[in-house]
C-alpha cells in the first residue's frame, strides 16, 4: 500500500504504528491528544502521538527505524516527511492513580490501533484539568463527551477517588452548555 | 536515608526538596547543597523522562514539581515524607526551611 508520509492521518498513522510494533509483540497504547482527534473525527488536531508500552525505547527504535522514524530525545521520534511526532510515554499505563483496565481496538487500512476507551480519554484530559488547571484540556474532554458514547457514572467515580468533585462539576457544567 | 533504595543521593534531595517546597530549579538545588548544577540537572532529567517529575519554564528558568498524575505520587510522597522525618533537626533547617515566602523587590533585608 502506497504511503504518503506528509498526508497520513493521524488515525492512519497511529495504526500503523501500533501494528508495526504488535507484529514485533511489543504491546502499545494509545493515549492523550491523539484519542481526542480520533474520538472527535479531528475537532481537536493533535500532532502528538503518545503512546504507552512496557518494552524499552531501545528496542522500539529498532522497529521504527524499519519505517524512517529516528530517535531524538529519550522517548521521542520523528520522521522527516511526517508532521507528526511520536512519544513513548512512561509506563503504567495509569489516569490519575488508577491503572488502565479497558482498551479500545479500532480497525484501519493499516492495521488495528488499541487505545484509550472514550471514557478513559475523558478521564485522561481531567485529569490535565484538574491537577494543572489547563482549560485546553477541558475543552478536549468535553468534545470527546460530546461525540462519543461515555459512562458519567465512572467519570465521577474517578474525578471523586482523585478529589476533584468540584472540578467534575465544571466539567458536567460545560458539558451542558 | 532512601540512598540505597534510589541508588542515588542526589535524588534523595531532590525528592526531599520537592516535598518540602513543592517545587524548585535546578541550580537553586545546587547552590543549598553546594553541589555541581549538572548533577541535578542530569537526575531531574532522569525521573522527568520517568514521569515521576514535571517541569516548566518560568521565564529562564526550568521549575521541577512532582508529577500529580504520577500513580504512585501518594505512596512516594508517604514514603519520602517518612525518611523526612529522620533527618536531623540542623540538616533540616539548613537544606528544607529556607525563607520561601514572598519579599517586596527593592526591600533592603
Redesign the interface.
Known amino acids: 500500500m502506497k504511503l504518503d508520509w506528509k498526508t497520513i492521518g493521524i488515525k492512519d498513522l497511529a495504526s500503523l504504528i501500533c501494528r508495526k510494533l504488535n507484529d514485533n509483540e511489543i504491546d502499545a497504547v494509545l493515549v492523550g491528544g491523539a484519542c481526542v482527534s480520533i474520538y472527535t473525527k479531528n475537532k481537536y488536531l493533535s500532532y502528538d502521538l503518545d503512546f504507552v508500552s512496557h518494552t524499552s525505547v531501545k528496542d522500539i527504535s529498532i522497529v521504527l527505524s524499519d519505517s524512517g522514524f529516528r530517535r531524538e530525545g529519550t522517548r521521542h521520534f520523528m520522521h522527516r516527511d511526517c508532521p507528526f511526532y511520536i512519544e513513548f510515554v512512561a509506563p503504567p499505563l495509569s489516569i490519575g492513580s488508577e491503572p488502565v483496565r479497558l482498551r479500545r481496538k479500532i480497525k484501519s487500512r493499516f492495521g488495528e490501533l488499541v487505545l484509550l476507551t472514550p471514557t478513559d480519554s475523558v478521564k485522561d484530559r481531567l485529569a490535565a484539568f484538574y491537577h494543572w488547571n489547563d482549560l485546553q484540556a477541558l475543552e478536549q474532554a468535553v468534545l470527546v463527551a460530546k461525540a462519543q458514547k461515555v459512562s458519567f457514572r465512572e467519570i465521577k467515580r474517578w474525578s471523586d477517588n482523585e478529589g476533584h468533585a468540584e472540578k467534575y462539576r465544571i466539567f458536567r457544567a460545560t458539558f451542558k452548555k | 536515608m532512601l540512598e540505597g533504595l534510589l541508588g542515588n543521593p542526589v535524588i534523595e534531595k531532590i525528592f526531599f526538596t520537592l516535598l518540602m517546597y513543592g517545587e524548585d530549579y535546578p541550580l537553586g538545588m545546587a547552590k543549598t547543597f553546594g553541589e555541581p548544577v549538572n548533577r541535578f540537572q542530569q537526575q531531574l532529567?532522569r525521573l522527568e523522562?520517568?514521569?515521576i517529575i514535571v517541569s516548566r519554564l518560568v521565564g529562564n528558568v526550568r521549575l521541577y514539581t512532582f508529577n500529580?498524575?504520577y500513580?504512585?505520587?501518594?505512596e512516594l510522597k508517604a514514603l519520602i515524607a517518612k525518611a523526612y522525618e529522620f533527618i536531623p533537626d540542623d540538616e533540616k533547617d539548613k537544606y528544607y526551611k529556607k525563607r520561601r515566602r514572598p519579599r517586596r523587590a527593592g526591600k533592603p533585608l
Open positions: 532529567r523522562d520517568s514521569g500529580p498524575r500513580p504512585f505520587l501518594k
